[in-house]
């Protein structure tokens, strides 16, 4: 069973700086990506970044390109999202969550806030 453990949200001042953390166990997730996505209230579910466990292809949603970086620590079956420059639209729940060959995310981890003030 996949389980997604997202940590490292928070309250931080528009310009600065967090680091997400999304722990996943259960599988061997060779060939699994592993994306990020975000809620904001009201809003819909978006997605903000992925990346292939194999190899490391990464894809961005348009509104965090240049400003997030997504990577992984294979040793440790840990993805980061580096998210530098956020901006109070950046507020919201964020959500790490796996998908196998058919790109269908469909295990995902419990959430952790973010929360930038202007």
């Known amino acids: 069973q996949v389980q997604l453990v997202e940590s490292g949200g928070g309250l931080v001042q528009a310009g600065g700086s967090l680091r997400l953390s999304c722990a996943a166990s259960?599988?061997?997730?060779?060939?699994?990506?592993i994306g990020w996505f975000r809620r904001a209230p009201g809003n819909e579910r978006e997605f903000v970044a992925s990346?292939?466990?194999?190899?490391?292809?990464?894809n961005y949603a348009r509104s965090v390109q240049g400003r997030f970086t997504i990577s992984r620590d294979n040793a440790k079956n840990t993805v980061f999202l580096q998210m530098n420059n956020l901006k109070p639209e950046d507020t919201a729940v964020y959500y790490c969550?796996?998908?196998?060959?058919?790109?269908?995310?469909?295990?995902w981890g419990q959430g952790t806030q973010v929360t930038v003030s202007s």
């Open positions: 259960g599988r061997t997730f060779s060939g699994y990506y």
């Open positions: 969550a796996a998908a196998g060959i058919s790109r269908i995310y469909e295990d």
């Open positions: 990346i292939k466990w194999s190899g490391g292809t990464t």
